[in-house]
């Protein structure tokens, strides 16, 4: 048997030339993204109005199963992909498991974790239709900071509302985010009508995602030349995404292994659908199995305690309704220092994987997510993500029932990203300041009351 | 001919299993470090008071060429290393150049930098030892951080005196240093003799490298079981430098080029000698020829405008005195955003190969190389540490040279780490606000007039 390196590198010709549309291969096929005002279906053409047109497209296609990735995202790919498959040598010797553990690590980037697969995608697109420029939102700024690099690269003018506390209180965000020359405005800006409307409202508010959405589609609208672009819970995100799970599965192939779990973190579901997308395939056409697990934040649990009906995606309701695991758009999620998982919704692919029983799902509270993220840090070298430490958490587990039970398996799980500009979380976690907050089921029935009422 | 990658891997088994000596082929030995109080030549005995054993033959050994890695410090390579060699070719286009630009990227680990090379090994031979800790300080915190990391993995205590004012204003850095278990504290202390004294001498002061480096040799030799270890400078750190020359060496052999220029930023000397190590090697040897440049702050130039002489390594003039092109231990650099090129002195080893011609220097102003480095970010995806700037800087100056020229030189620079944790320079540069300062003659006068008194 050959030995499996500390890391596996695919070489660059060995890298993905297409991407994968999971939806292709469901029998059952996602319900389809609804237009807020006629709750019917919404056509490439509405779509048009916000989203670039090759992105419309992919994103209401659930029939083809392949789509070949543009030369000059596979040349922009080749600056930090392929991303290492990684043998976690160490943690299993820590955890004195019989278990082999493996993670793609997508940390190896400015932007710091998976999003940039999606961004690079979204920007060529809007390059490619002549536009000026895009707009979008972002909370702590991971998505932000992807899409400038990616505008960056191809010189198109990038407008990102970012949700005003984090504006304020993760200035280094904004500051990469600047030196790739975006444009980085708080939002509720005065810039918008609505970022005016709402700062008339709520004199001093310091913003939230569902604002800054609403304003980043308010300003994609009004100006000339430009669309909306958005890093997670779409379609056509977990399509580009699937060049995650690809070259997973190339990797693992490459030294013939055969995984038995695959572990992610799941917040609108961005990564968790790429990492999974052909290993789902593989078990919708019925020719593997594999125990598929989602990990999502006790204190925002979509999957795990949600409700699967027709939602909004945001808060300001101005984008497609689309049938989902939610919490309800009004959901508030508590303090928590995973802010990429803190979402009310879920991807809609995921969420009818789920609903089929192709993936399972789990929630795992915070300072139990921070324990193993330092215990990752110090054994295998990498600060993880406080997101992508909710799969490290559940990797751990899995490997340590391995120990009892005495079975080798194979476990596979996303780490999507680095840890650099969340240390305030880790401070919180190093002074034994962490803790934890579990909605109460009063909470969600409350939040779940506000359901669009559909069909 | 084959195409050259984006990035060219070396593959486990092509890693170095020797760290290579470059004293070894030098006819013209650097002078002998010295005693500070006898001023004759350190003796290993002496020098283990200090550091760990291992470390001090390593020190004063410069004749034996080639020292073999032990292999847990191999296997801890493997976790982050071999880095990338890539081949710039975004940079490239965007100049319009002929040249083909290479680097060596040494921040794809969590402690950003090439420091963590070095680490490892200290950490390693002090656990050999049988000690039970290490004590170092720490300016910026890119060597505290890979120190702890070292440690963190070697179950070693680590104990960083950290300036206070970077403790204060960087505590991302300091956090990630607790996330590995280290314990810092603010220099100047109350917990060591020196550190007292100084407090009591001045009231309210933010600290300096100098007297962080006497806090933690006091802490080092006064605690059983405890040795000081240092991040740049010494030809051991040098020594273990040496896997990045060639693990570059490797890479361009394996595709069969041959290096023009070899350019690094030169601070203590650590990056820059161990990247250059085998090429100069080789130019010692007389068997091949190479530009070999290193690039300087100009606001704190001592190869191109220090003296070489004997100085003392520390402010606090508690270490041995080096013949090294220097400043004067008293010089204060002014406020540089590259805190790690903010060294009065250079290695002993650069020193003496600057002094023989086999490599030459110049220096760059701060403005000019945060043009290079968001250039650089914007294209190449990467945002360079400022440190790792100033050869990016002279790297593109010699490219747009060969535009004019029309030479296809091989120029081949070190990348040594990342910006993440210096985002406040790069939001001084990207509001207009940052300055160049450049020591006056009288300065460097005043500063050189404090040599001791040698020979």
Chains 1, 2 share one sequence.
């Not at 980043?216 to 379609?235: F, K, N």
């Not at 101005?318 to 979402?343: D, E, Q, W």
Request: glycine residues 8%.
């Amino acid at each position: 048997m050959t030995e499996i390196p500390y890391k596996i590198y695919l070489e660059e010709n060995e890298m993905p030339k297409e991407w994968y549309n999971v939806r292709a291969d469901m029998k059952k096929k996602p319900a389809p993204i609804l237009n807020p005002g006629t709750l019917q279906p919404v056509t490439i053409d509405e779509l048009s109005h916000i989203f670039c047109t090759e992105l419309a497209k992919q994103e209401l296609d659930d029939t083809t199963p392949y789509f070949e990735i543009p030369e000059e995202i596979r040349n922009f790919y080749k600056m930090y992909r392929p991303s290492p498959l990684v043998r976690a040598y160490c943690l299993e010797k820590k955890l004195g498991t019989p278990a082999h553990i493996y993670y793609k690590f997508e940390g190896n980037n400015t932007s710091g974790s998976h999003k940039l697969n999606s961004a690079i995608a979204q920007a060529y697109y809007a390059k490619k239709q002549g536009l000026k420029g895009v707009t979008t939102e972002t909370g702590a700024g991971q998505w932000g900071t992807a899409l400038s690099m990616a505008c960056s690269y191809f010189d198109l003018d990038c407008q990102v509302y970012m949700v005003k506390v984090s504006y304020e209180q993760k200035p280094f965000r904004r500051e990469v985010m600047r030196t790739y020359g975006a444009k980085v405005t708080p939002s509720p800006s005065m810039e918008t009508e609505i970022g005016k409307k709402i700062n008339a409202e709520f004199p001093g508010t310091t913003g939230s995602l569902g604002c800054a959405i609403s304003e980043a589609v308010e300003a994609a609208t009004t100006q000339e030349g430009y669309r909306y672009v958005l890093g997670s819970v779409l379609s056509q995100v977990l399509l580009h995404q699937s060049v995650i799970g690809l070259e997973t599965k190339a990797a693992l192939d490459k030294y013939g292994i055969k995984a038995d779990m695959i572990i992610g973190c799941a917040g609108g579901g961005s990564n968790l659908g790429g990492l999974i997308s052909p290993f789902a395939g593989e078990v919708l056409r019925g020719e593997a199995n594999y125990d598929i697990i989602a990990v999502e934040p006790a204190s925002c649990p979509s999957l795990t305690r949600g409700k699967y009906a027709y939602d909004f995606c945001d808060t300001g309701k101005v984008c497609p309704l689309a049938k989902m695991y939610t919490l309800g758009s009004g959901f508030i999620p508590s303090a928590n220092h995973a802010g990429g998982l803190r979402y009310h919704g879920m991807s809609s692919v995921v969420s009818e994987l789920y609903d089929q029983g192709i993936l399972r799902a789990t929630s795992v509270e915070q300072t139990k997510v921070f324990e193993a993220a330092q215990m990752f840090a110090r054994v295998e070298g990498i600060l993880p993500a406080p997101e992508s430490s909710h799969a490290i958490r559940v990797a751990i587990d899995e490997a340590l029932k391995c120990k009892e039970t005495g079975e080798a398996k194979n476990i596979v799980f996303g780490l999507t990203g680095t840890g650099y500009f969340d240390m305030v979380a880790y401070q919180k976690f190093n002074d034994g300041e962490m803790s934890d907050y579990i909605p109460t089921d009063a909470d969600l029935e409350k939040s779940l009351s506000t359901l669009p009422k559909v069909d």
